[in-house]
């Protein structure tokens, strides 16, 4: 084998499972970890983050970043103005590919609004202020509230 002529492989402790240099799978893995592992959230600081502020609940309950999941798990995530419903398929503590990203979990999430939903909330332009009393009666008949 190369890895024995280089010096590297088996007994190395590369910690990658038979020196294969594949992604390291365990039966379980930190919450944080996980979300990044499989590309929910760009940086495990993102992630761990998102924890810490009560904005990932692992089977309903509210994850701290250091929280075991395992396969089987629900893990719901609100990040970036949505929510991400998962439920985990294979724990992983490195991060993959997209493709193999995909594979690690079970995607249940309501679909993404569209742009026009987004833009629900009415945006003001800068430097305007408060909204007048006229504006606030406008808004609300646009929102079907009560006609003047």
Known sequence: MADEATGTGAGTGSGTGAGTGTT????????DAWIWSVRLTKTRSVAATACRAGHVKVNGERAKPAQVVRAGDEVRLFHAGRERIVVVKRPVTKRVGAP????????????????????????????????????RRDIESLRGGRAR
């Open 24 to 31: 390291a799978t365990t039966g379980s893995a930190r919450v």
């Open 100 to 135: 193999v990203a995909a594979e690690c979990f079970v995607d249940n999430s309501p679909p993404a609004p569209t742009r026009i939903e987004a833009e629900v909330v009415g945006v003001r332009d800068r430097g305007t202020g408060r909204p007048t009393k006229r504006d």
